[in-house]
């Protein structure tokens, strides 16, 4: 079984610019998370999408948007990236079944750079 | 909003010793999961062990287990025999047994650093 996968691995954007990252969930899956992990700051929650709606976000700015696909796939979008930016990005997915939500499967991130 | 704390940000240990990570957190939930991550230098979070709240019997896979104190919020990882490709970040991390809105999400403690010694 396939494991949830990220792209592109490494990013780097200019301040000012876009950045777009991609998120394929696990099959069957139907949540998909995004995370934020800078350096001393541990992991901060960013989205949450299911059935391709946003259900909840973290305490992060609008210009930190994205988007869940018919297929369940995930793009986060950055706008105006700011060098406080960088970090790694995590991506992770789940399923929901009733009251049960299976544990969170986590992709290997996107590094994104600003400079 | 519920919070974890992971008070040491480093830990070393002995190969083949045994050691162990605490973690403490806040709600006022009853119900609830508790988590352990590991993130190894090739930076994916993988499940190392979970814990219900409704159950007073420890997790336990394998070498790693828990000790779930609920009354104490405390959730602290014992790893024993430890092994060199133990090597890595951990995380606890929180989340309601409720799978709506806020209460889905996963909140993640900052992380400790362990090293293993050989």
């Known amino acids: 079984e396939a494991g949830v996968t990220q792209s592109p691995t490494h990013l780097i954007k200019t301040r000012g610019q876009q950045a777009t990252l991609r998120c394929s969930p696990i099959s069957g899956h139907t949540s998909v998370y995004w995370y934020q992990q800078a350096l001393g700051l541990g992991l901060q929650f960013l989205l949450w999408?299911?059935?391709?709606?946003?259900?909840n976000r973290g305490n992060f700015p609008p210009r930190f948007s994205g988007r869940q696909f018919p297929n369940y796939s995930s793009e986060l979008n950055v706008n105006a990236l700011e060098l406080e930016d960088s970090a790694l990005y995590l991506c992770?997915?789940?399923?929901?079944?009733?009251?049960?939500?299976?544990?969170?499967?986590f992709g290997n991130g996107t590094r994104l750079t600003v400079t | 909003a519920q919070t974890v704390t992971q008070s040491q940000p480093e830990m070393s240990v002995q190969e083949a010793e045994t050691v162990t990570l605490s973690c403490t957190y806040d709600t006022s939930e009853s119900d609830y999961y508790l988590f352990w991550y590991k993130q190894p230098p090739s930076r994916q979070m993988i499940l190392v062990i979970r814990?219900?709240?409704?159950?007073?019997q420890n997790a336990t896979e394998n070498r790693f287990s828990v000790n779930f104190q609920k009354a104490a919020k405390s959730f602290s990882l014992k790893i024993s025999d430890s092994q060199l490709g133990d090597a890595a970040m951990y995380f606890c991390?929180?989340?309601?047994?409720?799978?709506?809105?806020?209460?889905?999400?996963?909140?993640f403690g900052k992380g400790i650093t362990l090293s293993v010694r050989p």
């Open positions: 814990q219900e709240a409704y159950k007073q």
């Open positions: 999408y299911d059935e391709g709606e946003e259900r």
């Open positions: 992770a997915s789940s399923f929901t079944t009733g009251d049960l939500v299976s544990p969170l499967h």
């Open positions: 991390a929180y989340r309601s047994r409720l799978p709506t809105g806020a209460n889905s999400k996963l909140t």
